[in-house]
């Protein structure tokens, strides 16, 4: 702000960074849980190596920790 920029500018930039950041790092991690589970598929037991409710619980618990923890 001191060189000029609007408070709405800095704001926008940094959350356009933060959330841009979260989607390579949810696509990465989504990526890489994919093949990992296929790579451990005869380990897991009663559950599949893409099951949808584990790839959307899973973040969502780490998430719910995470900002337990602030």
């Not at 356009?16 to 989607?23: I, K, M, R, W, Y």
């Not at 890489?32 to 599949?48: E, H, P, S, T």
């Not at 949808?52 to 995470?66: D, G, I, R």
């Amino acid at each position: 702000m001191a060189l000029g920029a609007a408070s709405d500018d800095i704001a926008r930039h940094i959350l356009g960074f933060g959330l841009g950041n979260a989607a390579i790092g949810i696509g990465i991690g989504l990526a890489g849980g994919l093949l990992v589970g296929r790579a451990v598929d005869r380990l897991l037991f009663q559950v599949g190596a893409t099951d949808p409710f584990t790839f959307v619980a899973a973040p969502l618990a780490l998430a719910a920790l995470q900002h337990a923890a602030l």
